[in-house]
């Protein structure tokens, strides 16, 4: 009888709380000038994560940072692009999203596919597409409230945000709304291509 069998939920929801980070210094450019970030991220909530079986992209792209790592982002993130328009602050993110990290795929660095939170992508050596796809979405929504999609095709994820400004470059549609393409690994790539 399967009375009582219920469906487990593996959403994240919410970070747990504790009080082990590690420290991870981050250096970019962006138009011409060198950008220092130092972030902490959450080693018992990366460690509770590689218990977890391994997730779908979807579930990892509603996951929370650490609640350190947010506000962290927050206040060395927000006072750049809150000076520039909706493109350059765009260009800002894929920037630091795609020169701040070491490139390998999941499969060279783990033998399998890993699709990691924020927290994670600063734990790990190494990302990849789908991690850096992960990590510019929670930028761009928590930092930029705007809407972001995944956008993928054999071998590869990127992102599409919403726009409503008219913004140079390759765009989507769904649900009648438009997404500019923003590619996370694609280095040197500007919000568009």
């Not at 009582?4 to 919410?14: E, W």
């Not at 790990?124 to 761009?140: E, G, K, Q």
Request: charged letters at 20%; glycine letters at 6%; a negative charge.
């Amino acid at each position: 009888e399967e009375q009582g069998l219920r469906v487990l939920s593996m959403n994240i929801n919410q970070a747990p709380t504790s009080a082990v980070f590690e420290n991870k210094p981050l250096q970019f450019s962006f138009a011409g000038q060198q950008y220092s970030f130092e972030l902490s991220y959450d080693r018992s909530y990366v460690s509770l994560l590689g218990a977890f079986p391994i997730m779908r992209p979807e579930v990892m792209f509603a996951a929370p940072a650490s609640s350190r790592l947010h506000d962290q982002l927050k206040s060395q993130v927000e006072p750049v692009i809150g000076q520039l328009s909706t493109q350059h602050a765009l260009d800002f993110l894929l920037r630091f999203t795609q020169k701040a990290f070491e490139y390998q795929t999941d499969t060279e660095q783990f033998g399998y596919e890993v699709y990691m939170t924020p927290d994670q992508i600063l734990h790990f050596p190494y990302s990849d597409c789908d991690d850096r796809s992960i990590f510019f979405a929670y930028l761009v929504r928590n930092f930029m409230d705007r809407e972001v999609i995944a956008v993928s095709w054999p071998g590869h994820l990127a992102t599409a945000v919403e726009v409503s400004e008219n913004i140079e470059g390759d765009l989507i549609t769904l649900n009648g709304k438009p997404y500019l393409i923003c590619d996370p690994t694609y280095i040197g790539a500007d919000a568009g291509y």
